[in-house]
């Protein structure tokens, strides 16, 4: 198929991607030379975008694609948007922001491939990816920074596949899922983010193995709520200031082999009738549990099982029962207080919504 080329040297084509935007057809290229490049609202249709060298080429505009494509090795500043059953779009090695709204915007079932990209300062009330109507992103080796907003929000049955991936210096949530959405991460590092880091919501599901949780900030790392469910394996959450993992109403947390140290608040905690965590073979260092109920009746339930407390081989534990571990030199001595007990809050929703910071900012 041809290349069409824009600036690429003394004799490297147009000046400008509208002068050629007649010649276009599906299955065509366009290779950009070094420089800034304004291509304004483009609507293209199965048409390839490339640097003539990586790193080299700044795109400013907003794309929207259709059919199959690829872009590969530019820096773009703007709005991509794919949309029409069925289309497929592919980014290699680029660089990514968008400081007014979204930086990708997927919709219709299509399917979305982010590979070795940078993604940075998106807009403050949008999240950077935005996936929504049973739309697939896979996001391979990519770095999200200085995200003001959420990093990657999925909705209405959409899915994220989240590979060997870094996530730090956010100010939102790295992943948010609700109604229905799904998310599979793994590999992946995230580090710094002062509003929490995953939240599943209304009946969403999340799988995490293979993690590195670090500097959790001010909220709790993980949420799940509203008959939601999350999987969490051989995963290690470090240093935070609210805890690392809350099961919300008729939600589901199934820990395995997993590590928690340096937190100032309790580790785990479960809030809500149905709600429950479960942990098997994990390593805590800390306070053990920390149990929000919205009433007396409706008591969340925490499991342990096979796992070591403070250094110590714990024996199972139930959070119904009346004694429960609590941080001692030995790690085994019985807390006398009743597993349901929150000190010091009189209001306990006013406490979990402090704790979880659960927001979700979507495209408008």
Not at 37 to 48: A, D, E, M, Q, R
Request: with cysteine; net charge negative.
């Amino acid at each position: 198929m041809p290349i069409h080329k824009i600036r690429c040297g003394l004799f490297g084509g147009a000046k400008t991607l509208q002068q050629i935007l007649p010649q276009l057809r599906v299955g065509d290229s366009v290779m950009f030379g070094a420089g800034e490049h304004v291509v304004g609202n483009l609507k293209l249709n199965g048409v390839s975008l490339l640097a003539q060298k990586a790193g080299t080429a700044t795109l400013r505009g907003n794309i929207t694609y259709t059919l199959e494509a690829m872009l590969e090795g530019l820096h773009i500043d703007g709005r991509i948007n794919i949309e029409g059953v069925g289309a497929k779009l592919l980014l290699k090695n680029c660089r990514l922001e968008h400081a007014a709204d979204n930086v990708l915007v997927t919709r219709d079932y299509v399917d979305v491939v982010l590979q070795d990209c940078e993604i940075f300062c998106s807009g403050a009330n949008h999240p950077a990816l935005f996936a929504d109507s049973g739309s697939k992103i896979h996001l391979r080796g990519c770095r999200f920074h200085d995200i003001p907003a959420n990093g990657v929000e999925a909705l209405n049955n959409s899915q994220c596949w989240i590979e060997d991936c870094s996530f730090a210096h956010s100010s939102g949530l790295a992943v948010y899922l609700q109604n229905g959405a799904k998310a599979f991460i793994s590999r992946s590092s995230f580090n710094n983010a002062e509003t929490g880091m995953l939240t599943a919501s209304e009946g969403s599901l999340l799988e995490v193995s293979d993690c590195q949780f670090a500097r959790l900030g001010s909220h709790v790392g993980v949420y799940a709520t509203t008959r939601s469910r999350v999987i969490l394996r051989n995963s290690s959450f470090t240093q935070g200031r609210n805890g690392a993992l809350m099961a919300g109403e008729s939600s589901q947390m199934e820990v395995t082999d997993c590590t928690f140290a340096q937190f100032d608040a309790n580790i785990v905690g479960a809030d809500g009738k149905g709600s429950r965590i479960t942990l098997r073979g994990c390593r805590l260092d800390g306070d053990f549990t920390r149990i929000v109920p919205a009433s007396t009746d409706e008591q969340g339930v925490v499991l342990m099982e096979n796992s070591m407390l403070n250094g110590v081989a714990a024996p199972n534990y139930d959070s119904r029962q009346k004694a429960q571990p609590a941080k001692t030199a030995s790690g085994m001595a019985e807390h006398a207080a009743a597993p349901n007990a929150v000190s010091g809050t009189s209001d306990v929703r006013s406490e979990l919504e402090k704790l979880t910071g659960l927001h979700g900012v979507k495209e408008e």
